[in-house]
């Protein structure tokens, strides 16, 4: 059974930069797309963007110029970055498999608070 | 950006009841529609993919159509597990994109 386990602060202050790495174990890397995926307090799920198998990163315009998505296939984790953090990040941090499209399996998602 | 709108926000209902709740998409996605259903405290679970397609696991009493943009998930024979949040999703063009989601209650 696939799994995915985010990892990273729980809070950090404006300005500064979010870090989160997600661990995927019992299965593969390859042939999928690795997404991260928010969710606001107001529920609203937001799509950040996911990278290829092969490392090739597709970013929400929305979030472009702040995020970097990479990947380490050789541990089985890809990892997120989302710099100039204001309040209105705030928001719980899943990270995902999608297959042709279909999120199919998600992290149990970690709560981020973006607070001084 | 395609912009998903459901309706309605919320939903209060009964169990045995049967419920429809529908998703717009501001343009064609075909059928690359899919339904999650999310409650208190978990990630959401995929329960339709490909517009109508019952995920494995899932119960028959969840359905699911549509295409192009009018999409619709039904469930039948309501039961107490799916009181929940669900949400209609795009894959049919980057960014995917998400509708606001659905309260249904009890």
């Known amino acids: 059974q696939v799994q995915l386990q985010e990892s990273g602060p729980g809070l950090v202050k404006p300005s500064e930069t979010l870090s989160l790495t997600c661990t995927v174990s019992?299965?593969?890397?390859?042939?999928?797309?690795w997404s991260w995926i928010r969710q606001t307090p107001e529920k609203r799920l937001d799509w950040i963007g996911y990278i290829s198998y092969s490392g090739i990163p597709y970013y929400n315009p929305s979030f472009k110029s702040r995020v970097t998505i990479s990947l380490d296939t050789s541990k089985a984790q890809f990892s997120l970055s989302l710099t100039s953090l204001t309040t209105a990040d705030t928001a719980i941090y899943y990270c995902?498999?999608?297959?042709?499209?279909?999120?199919?399996?998600w992290g149990q998602g970690t709560l981020v608070t973006v607070s001084s | 950006d395609i912009q998903m709108t459901q309706s309605p926000s919320s939903l209060s209902a009964s169990v045995g009841d049967r419920v429809t709740i529908t998703c717009r998409a501001s343009q064609n996605i075909n059928t690359f529609l899919n339904w999650y259903q999310q409650k208190p405290g978990q990630a959401p679970k995929v329960v339709i993919f490909?517009?109508?397609n019952l995920q494995s696991g899932v119960p028959s009493r969840f359905s699911g159509g549509g295409s192009g943009t009018d999409f619709a998930l039904t469930i039948s024979n309501l039961q107490p597990e799916d009181f929940a949040t669900y949400f209609c999703h795009q894959s049919y063009q980057t960014p995917q994109t998400f509708g606001q989601g659905t309260n249904l209650e009890l």
């Open positions: 490909a517009a109508s």
């Open positions: 019992g299965g593969s890397i390859g042939t999928y797309y």
């Open positions: 995902a498999r999608d297959y042709k499209g279909l999120i199919d399996y």
